[in-house]
């Protein structure tokens, strides 16, 4: 069996290759099944319905844009009321400076609620994922590169109480996997 | 401060410090500040030293000068405020009553001056023959002042020379001619009406018997006094009483034009104009002419008619009047005039005639002074028929000037070659002398030729001796109004130049001491006004700026029929048979003496439109013979060459509607070559064609079209006002019928009802609220307001490129509009400034918040707030804004677009010329009318003061006006607080004929327009016409796209989309 | 190929509807596309692009030169006057505001839509709105009098307290405008850190390895990444969905909400956003066909299908434009107002202003109407034609509004045409420099069709591909 990465240092997963977006779904299914943790599983691109397959509930990122997007209105209502109403008020085409007035203000609350909840959406998505990130010990593995263009990976933590060395291999053997690798960290 | 010792080093400047010094401790002063007047004035006469003189005035007035009159200009406020005299609170202005002389009398005026140098001029309203106002020269004379192109050095044949050379040539002068008598001596001078000089001239010539004085006004009235003078007897001059004529006939003159016959006039025509007068009947006003005028724009009916057929057409009124009055005078005069070619309507003169008959002793018939000496004394003839010779009409004594003659009785002598000193005081006849006379060759032949000129111009070139003249406000001077009443010129500031006033070279001509001080002219004052304190009147006079009991004496005339006829059969028929060139007065540039004015310049024509040009102006039909094409969008025009008897000059044409047709008139005063930068390639010199027997009308002209593209600098290219209503007029019948009938014309009726606000605009609480009214009844479009507002408001000059671009600064623009047939049609004007909207459509577009609302209903513009997104512009449906294209306050008008490559500045004296209290504005802002918020202000601060302690409202503010207001002579433009119910302005913005522009679009305009009313006479042809120009009732049925087509269709300027429906 | 249909079909019905052939010609394999789209990238730069970025380039210092000039001097070195205050400068900024719309519209709102056809042409489409977004940006920012002073605009309070008039709508479109390009660009940059990734995975050299890597962010691509990633991307699809259609709007704001005749239509808001979604789809299709004309197998992720697809929406907002103009018309009638009456039959007959407005016609309306034809949906020729026809009518449609309306308004004494300067000209001919250069360097340096995308696209992607139902 392949190593990966400085072999001094300790286990950080076994990595395991498939040979389509298909047998990844599948082998994940197990994987879930089997009740494992701390594991992944890489692909070119999003494959449909591999949250159910591995056990992962919806995203909660809009949760946080929401809340990214009420600051914005907020925001929008004191810049806009503030000086007009209250900081410094003046006569303008003899509008009102009372409630009245709200209609001029709609668009900006609105730029400013799509502004920051997409500042949220982004940063809030890069931040969860952990990115950027400079390195990662799956990088240490050769043939990972082909993650980025047509391979199927799947990784299971050392760190996963259910990982035993072999037990897991032999797991996703099974599931047709194929060069499987011992990456080490860096 | 520095900047303002601009002159010479003078000797024996007078040390103010010192002077205050001595001042503080001394017993006299003490007196003085207890007493209106310091005795010292008097005592001042026994010898006191001239700067005790100038001190005692200097306390004096501080004590008078800062009220409205004010006294002698203290020189010791000439030197830099070192130290600061008590007197004086800076950026505070200071009053002095002084005077402008004019070739039609002196103007009476009250000068603004600030930190030692007058910066803005009005009119002096204390005087009986002004109201206050203004003509657009009167203002823009004080830019002439701080012209940094003026003759600044003396020279002699062309170099360089000290004014003490030239005191001592004029003293080798003076002996070389007291030898011979003044045998070879001549003097040349302009028309100034000063009592001081005509002093000094019967001096010089009781000095030196057989020299020669002659006056030369290119635009003179020579004729009018002697054709007064032989129908009325000698040194008579008539004085017309227009607040006592019912009916009024102008034959070809153009008496409501401010700039050629002063402000006098309108005094007496306007409130017999106002339809909401009591007692009197609203007057009426016929006038014939060849092209139009301003009177012309405000007659009830209007005749075009060539300019030589006039004689023709005042001969049939003669006709027509002598036999229906058989009046004997009349006939014997009719009988005497040389039968005169040219086409009369008969059945015009014939109702016209009538009507006048119908208000004898009550009407008044009038005619141009330039006209020739027989039709002027027809005229008076007329008018005695009328009977209103002693009612309407008086003829006032003027002081017979003896042993005058004319220019070409000099010029004669100059070619015998008799004259070896010749003296030209001001005018330019090389440029502007009639062209037979060929001046400048007769000039160069002069062996010594002294030239007092205020720029270094055409005659100065041909003179051998070159002295730069002072301006009128650097020197003392005076002089007699058109009435005769007399006036002092005070000067407000020490000669910025080295310089001299014709008084002084007179002066020093016959023996006298050149003098600082008014010495002269109080020698004259004491001649004139003997008896009482002469310090006392003295003072007097300066304070209210004349004297009151001056006036000419007048005389019921007594009209000599023989003595007219004489004249009258010496008349020279013109042939009235093909195109005739008429000369007429240029409102920008007078006779060329504003040439170098980039105020005038660039102030558009009354009627064209054109600045920065003249043109030869044809009426279209005219145009459509000459195969004339212009386009109206571009203003491009092809040339004509118009020759006569070998002289030619080529000058484009211009289609001006209301031209008579076959009749081509071109102003006088533009194409000066060669001497200043700015009078290059601006317009087109027609003196060449003018001939001492043709001074007004050059009868049967060659004119060729000789094709090429002339792009004229035009103000307002679109004549026709669409159906839009914006100047609205009626007659005066349908105002007693429904007087507020304006109020539902065109778009305000029918078909749009206003729009309504979805919330109410939160009111406007201050205790002012400034508002404005313009009455389009009394509103020439004479150009005093934008004239005065550029003064006022430091406005910028464009120059022609960017005019002909659209960006020219005037806060204030006359819209001129015509309307009805397109060769014969009405002319309207409106005053159109910033209407300062209590829902004003600019303010909520600025991003930046710059332009904004302030309580008193003013339309806020701060300029270091305006980043110039030009938004404001677009949205302000009367395009009032100005945006600063170009840095036009700091870079030559040549080089607007060489940006930072060629350096930038202001020349110091034009910075003299600003007003503090306005900021000059830079390149990128946007600017309008404020309402003169800087005068706002300081009335809204004094009140305060004078309030003191007690309730802001315990007493009204002080009634003052804004910058145009003061300068209308018509008092077309009111202005003032329309909270105060008994505000003129609030009483006219209630006014049944009152409207505001576009009322539809509910922007609730704070300037509101007082519809104009015409009195046609039902009888006159095509009265049906008159009183029509918006058409209202056509173009609620029509809709624009005929009209529009109707405007594609023809390339005329003019098109009235609902002309056909009028005709038909 | 009829296999992969058959295959396709049974794997999931409801993609039946929506598609008849596939959407990646040719059975191209995901190793396939990676490699070609990365070559464009990764191969020795052609010659014609060093000709042409070297003129492009040429041009964009033009117009730098031009705003410099501008800048220095005064407004006044361009034909602006009064009472046309505002001519080819925000004339031209509305034009390149309406361009940048396409991308985002492709990749919003086709995304939302399930539009699966979009993968092939967002990226480039998306580049190309934010180059667009860049040019368009210049004119508001430079047009003003006193451009060192625009900071104004900021909202923070002046030296004297003073801040910003938030009702007016040129403030609006501060707002507007800088939102949609910086929601553009976190948008676009989204969408390319996996192909990124893929060109940091592929590149040889150490160099371009560090600059990859980093502009990657350590992409992994393992499911919990893929999992909330998937998510922000639909979260700014459905964000910037309302906010393409609300910049044309507060745009158009600037003209409806003033009192000028010809300005003053509450009909501008979807006359516009319709206006920009054509003239954007068609400046797309005019840089993606000759593109693969260049790069001839792009034919297969680009393919006629796509093209036809372009044309309708073509077709469809061109008629919808070609409607506004009409019932503009109407509303003028119908309004009785002379003034609007005016202002609409001086666009169409007033003297110098008419060739704009039927060229506005001819180009907008008519050109259009062919693309109910299969047949020239098909040929690219002639569909690039029209699409050149189509972006010069939008130019002329906003100078219509603009500088007609402004021409000619309430006061007829204060009417004035409008010439242009060669540095108005000059500086727009100088945009186009600018936007072609940052498209060229664009293609150069970045994959210009979204890998990821496309390859979930394919039919192998499906996780159930080739299984029987269940």
């Not at chain 3, 040719?26 to 042409?52: A, F, L």
Request: aromatic share 12%; charged share 20%; glycine share 8%.
């Amino acid at each position: 069996m392949d190593i990966a990465g400085n072999t001094q240092a300790p286990v950080h997963a076994l990595a395991a290759e498939f040979d389509s977006a298909r047998s990844l779904f599948h082998a994940a299914e197990k994987i879930r099944d089997a009740g494992f943790r701390h594991w992944d599983v890489f692909s070119p691109f999003p494959i449909h319905g591999m949250d159910q397959a591995m056990g992962l509930k919806r995203s909660y990122l809009s949760k946080i844009v929401f809340f990214g997007g009420l600051t914005g209105t907020t925001l929008a209502t004191m810049v806009t009321f503030g000086p007009s109403s209250f900081i410094y008020p003046l006569i303008v085409m003899g509008k009102p400076t009372n409630l009245f007035t709200i209609p001029a203000f709609f668009p900006i609350m609105f730029e400013l609620t799509i502004l920051l909840s997409a500042f949220t959406a982004t940063f809030g998505m890069l931040i969860i994922n952990g990115l950027p990130r400079w390195n990662h010990p799956l990088f240490n593995w050769d043939r990972f590169k082909k993650v980025s263009e047509d391979g199927f990976f799947m990784a299971i933590e050392a760190r996963d109480p259910a990982f035993s060395e072999k037990r897991t291999r032999e797991l996703l053997e099974s599931l047709g996997a194929t060069n499987l690798t011992l990456v080490h960290e860096d | 401060m520095k900047r303002i010792l601009k002159h010479a080093p003078r000797e024996k400047r007078p040390k103010m410090w010192r002077s205050l010094g001595e001042l503080e401790n001394d017993p006299v002063f003490e007196g003085l500040l207890t007493k209106e007047f310091p005795e010292g004035a008097s005592v001042n006469q026994d010898g006191v030293s001239r700067r005790d003189f100038m001190r005692l005035m200097g306390a004096s007035a501080a004590l008078v000068g800062i009220s409205l009159a004010g006294c002698r200009r203290p020189e010791a406020l000439l030197v830099p405020f070192k130290n600061n005299n008590e007197w004086t609170i800076p950026g505070k202005f200071l009053y002095y009553s002084t005077a402008m002389p004019t070739r039609f009398g002196v103007m009476p005026m009250i000068a603004s001056t600030v930190d030692g140098r007058p910066t803005k001029l009005e009119g002096n309203p204390l005087h009986p023959e002004s109201n206050g106002g203004t003509n657009g020269f009167a203002q823009a004379s004080i830019l002439d002042l701080y012209d940094p192109y003026r003759a600044k050095k003396f020279t002699h044949k062309g170099q360089g020379a000290t004014e003490a050379e030239f005191t001592a040539a004029l003293a080798e002068l003076r002996k070389a001619h007291q030898k011979d008598g003044g045998a070879g001596l001549a003097f040349l001078v302009d028309r100034t009406h000063s009592p001081t000089r005509d002093r000094l001239r019967e001096e010089i010539l009781k000095q030196f018997p057989s020299a020669m004085w002659t006056e030369y006004e290119p635009l003179g009235g020579a004729n009018a006094r002697g054709a007064t003078e032989a129908s009325f007897g000698e040194g008579a001059r008539a004085i017309p009483h227009f607040e006592r004529a019912d009916i009024i006939l102008s034959l070809d003159g153009d008496f409501l034009n401010c700039n050629e016959m002063g402000v006098g006039y309108a005094r007496g025509f306007y409130p017999r104009r106002n339809p909401d007068q009591t007692g009197a009947p609203v007057n009426r006003l016929y006038v014939v002419e060849s092209a139009y005028t301003l009177t012309g724009g405000m007659a009830d009916h209007r005749l075009r008619a060539k300019a030589s057929a006039i004689p023709a057409i005042a001969v049939a009124f003669a006709k027509q009047i002598a036999a229906k009055t058989n009046h004997a005078g009349l006939t014997s005069l009719v009988g005497a005039y040389p039968s005169p070619e040219g086409e009369v309507d008969a059945k015009w003169v014939e109702e016209c005639a009538n009507d006048l008959l119908t208000a004898k002793s009550r009407s008044l018939v009038l005619t141009r002074p330039q006209q020739s000496a027989a039709l002027l004394t027809l005229v008076h003839g007329i008018n005695e028929a009328l009977g209103n010779n002693g009612t309407v009409i008086e003829t006032a004594a003027v002081p017979v000037s003896k042993n005058q003659t004319t220019i070409e009785q000099l010029t004669d002598v100059l070619k015998a070659g008799r004259i070896s000193t010749l003296f030209i005081f001001g005018g330019n006849p090389v440029y502007n002398a009639p062209a037979d006379l060929d001046f400048a060759s007769l000039l160069d032949s002069v062996p010594n030729s002294v030239r007092l000129g205020f720029f270094e111009d055409e005659t100065s070139q041909h003179s051998k001796w070159n002295v730069p003249a002072t301006h009128y406000l650097e020197s003392w001077g005076d002089g007699r109004s058109f009435e005769g009443i007399y006036s002092i010129i005070q000067p407000m500031i020490l000669p910025l130049y080295s310089g001299l006033s014709d008084l002084d070279i007179l002066a020093q001509f016959i023996g006298l001491s050149k003098t600082e001080g008014p010495e002269h002219v109080q020698d004259t004052f004491r001649q004139l006004f003997s008896g009482g304190d002469f310090s006392a009147s003295w003072n007097e006079a300066l304070r209210k700026g004349f004297v009151a009991t001056s006036a000419y004496p007048v005389k019921t005339p007594a009209f000599n029929a023989a003595t007219a006829s004489a004249i009258v059969s010496k008349a020279v028929p013109l042939i009235a048979s093909g195109i005739e060139l008429v000369f007429t007065q240029s409102p920008s540039v007078d006779d060329g003496r504003y040439a170098n004015n980039s105020w005038l310049q660039e102030t558009p024509d009354f009627v064209t439109k054109i600045t920065w040009d003249n043109a030869a102006l044809i009426s279209p039909a005219t145009a459509k013979k000459l195969g004339v094409k212009t386009d109206e969008d571009d203003q491009l025009s092809p040339y004509l060459e118009i020759s006569s008897n070998g002289k030619t000059v080529k000058i484009p044409a211009y289609i001006a509607p209301g031209q008579a047709d076959d009749s081509i008139s071109v102003a006088l005063g533009y194409g000066r070559k060669n001497v200043s930068h700015l009078m290059e390639n601006v317009g087109f010199d027609i003196y060449p064609l003018r001939r001492s027997d043709a001074m007004r009308v050059l009868p049967n002209v060659e004119v060729k079209n000789v094709g090429g593209e002339y792009h004229f600098a035009v103000q307002q290219i679109h004549a026709n006002m669409e159906g839009r209503d914006h100047a609205r007029e009626g007659t005066l019948e349908r105002f007693k019928s429904k007087p507020a009938f304006a109020k539902t014309m065109g778009m305000d009726g029918e078909p749009l009802p206003p729009n309504i606000s979805l919330y109410t605009n939160p009111p406007l609480t201050a205790p002012e609220q400034w508002a404005m009214t313009v009455d389009l009844n009394t509103c020439t479009g004479c150009n005093a307001c934008i004239v005065a507002c550029q003064a006022e408001n430091n406005v910028p000059v464009v120059g022609k490129d960017q005019v002909i671009k659209g960006r020219h600064m005037g806060w204030i623009r006359i819209d001129r509009y015509f309307g009805g047939d397109k060769n014969d049609p009405e002319m309207i004007a409106q005053a159109i400034m910033c209407q300062h909207c209590e829902n004003a459509p600019c303010e909520t577009v600025c991003p930046v918040n710059a332009t904004v609302h302030s309580e008193e209903g003013l339309n806020l513009m701060a300029y270091n707030r305006c980043i110039g997104t030009k938004y404001c512009a677009n949205n302000c449906p009367w395009k009032v804004r100005r945006f600063n294209f170009f840095d036009y306050n700091q870079r030559p008008l040549d080089e607007l677009y060489f940006g930072p490559v060629v350096k930038k500045g202001m020349a110091d004296s034009l910075q003299m010329s600003k007003n503090p209290n306005v900021t000059v504005r830079m390149r990128g802002v946007m600017e309008k009318c404020t309402f003169c918020i800087q005068r706002i202000e300081e009335a809204k601060i004094s009140h305060l003061v004078a309030a003191g302690a007690s309730s802001r409202n315990a007493k009204p503010m002080e009634e003052f006006k804004s910058a145009c207001q003061q300068a209308c002579s018509s008092d077309s433009i009111v202005f003032g607080n329309e909270k105060n119910p008994n505000s003129r302005v609030a009483r006219l913005r209630n006014n049944e004929r009152s409207y505001v522009t576009l009322k539809y679009l509910n922007t609730r305009p704070r300037v509101s327009y007082l519809a104009r009313i015409k009195n046609p006479n039902p009888r006159m042809p095509e009265a049906e016409r008159v009183g029509h120009i918006n058409t209202e009732e056509e173009h609620e049925e029509k809709g624009h796209g005929e009209t529009g087509k109707a405007h594609e269709a023809t390339n005329a300027p003019v098109m009235n989309l609902n002309g056909g429906a009028l005709k038909a | 190929m009829a296999n992969g249909t058959a295959t396709l079909e049974q794997a999931d019905p409801d993609i039946k509807a929506v598609q008849k052939v596939p959407l990646v010609l040719n059975q191209r394999s995901m190793s396939w596309i990676s490699n070609y789209v990365s070559s464009i990238v990764e191969g020795k730069t052609p010659k014609w692009w060093y000709i042409s970025i070297s003129i492009t380039s040429v041009l964009m210092m033009m117009c730098f030169a031009c705003f410099a000039y501008l800048i220095s001097t005064g407004i006044g070195v361009w034909g602006n006057n009064s009472p046309v205050f505002w001519a080819w400068d925000i004339t031209n900024f509305v034009f390149w505001i309406g361009i940048g719309h396409a991308g985002t519209l492709i990749s919003a709102i086709l995304f939302l839509l399930r539009q699966r056809w979009r993968t092939a042409i967002n990226r480039a489409a998306e580049a190309m709105t934010l180059f667009a977004v860049i040019c368009a940006g210049l004119y508001p920012g430079l047009h003003v009098g006193r451009v060192w002073m625009a900071w104004f605009l900021a909202p923070v309070p002046n030296a004297n307290g003073i801040w910003q008039n938030f009702r007016s709508p040129l403030l609006w479109d501060v707002f507007a405008v800088s939102t949609y390009f910086t929601v553009s660009v976190l948008f676009w940059y989204t969408g390319l850190v996996p192909d990124l990734a893929t060109l940091r995975d592929r590149c040889k050299t150490k160099t371009k390895k560090f600059i990859y890597g980093l502009m990657a962010l350590g992409w992994r691509g393992g499911n919990r990444q893929w999992r909330h990633y998937e998510m922000a991307y639909l979260l700014l699809a459905g964000l910037s969905t309302p906010l393409v259609l609300s910049v044309h709007s507060v745009v158009s704001f600037d003209f409806a909400t003033s009192v000028i005749p010809g300005w003053h239509t509450t009909i501008f808001p979807p006359y516009f956003v319709a206006g920009a979604i054509f003239g954007g789809f068609a400046m797309v299709l005019t840089l993606m066909i000759p593109a693969t004309m260049i790069w001839p197998s792009l034919r297969d992720l680009i393919s006629p299908q796509h093209v036809d697809k372009m044309c309708k929406v073509i077709l469809l907002t061109g008629s919808i434009v070609g409607y506004a103009y009409l019932m503009e018309l109407f509303i003028a009638w119908y309004s009785g107002n002379p003034y609007e009456k005016f202002a609409f039959w001086n666009r169409a007959f007033g003297s110098h202003s008419w060739w704009f407005y039927w060229s506005m016609m001819f180009c907008n309306v008519l050109s259009p109407q062919v693309f109910w034809f299969k047949r020239a949906r098909h040929n690219l020729w002639v569909v690039l034609t029209v699409c050149m026809c189509v972006n010069a009518g939008m130019w002329f449609e906003r100078f219509v509004i603009i500088g007609t309306s402004l021409q000619r308004d309430f006061f007829p004494s204060a009417w004035r045409l409008f010439h242009p300067t060669w540095v108005d000209i000059a500086t727009f001919v100088g945009t186009f420099g600018l936007f072609t250069t940052l498209f060229l360097i664009f293609i150069r340096f970045l994959p210009m069709v979204c890998m990821f995308e496309v390859k979930a696209v394919l039919p192998e992607a499906d996780p159930h591909y080739g299984e029987d139902k269940h």
